[in-house]
């Protein structure tokens, strides 16, 4: 959903600010709406798609975590050592 943000804002000038407390009210009217529902849904997944769901959904959490986590240690590393210029250097000699 962030991705798609950053593309609008490039494409529409919008203020960053905006687009980000947008996303953020979207999410809350979301949490709002199934809190409010919550008693009227019920599952109707058998034992096996209810542990194939959860399954799936711990792995999803774990790579969610692994990306955010890679992105902010690159950051830092970059930042800390300035690796990446070296990098920009490495992808020049591999075009030449």
């Keep these: 959903m962030l991705c798609f943000s950053i593309n609008l804002i490039y494409i529409t000038k919008l203020n960053p600010v905006h687009v980000m407390s947008g996303l953020f009210l979207a999410g809350g009217l979301v949490y709002l709406l199934s809190y409010i529902y919550y008693d009227h849904v019920e599952s109707k997944l058998r034992e096996g798609e209810l542990r194939r769901l959860t399954t799936f959904l711990q792995v999803a959490g774990i790579a969610a975590g692994a ?3 890679s992105v902010i240690l690159h950051n830092a590393v970059s930042a800390l050592f300035g690796l990446e210029v070296m990098w920009n ?3 020049l000699v591999m075009v030449l």
Excluded: A, Q
């Design 67 to 69: 990306g955010i986590s």
């Design 89 to 91: 250097l490495t992808k």
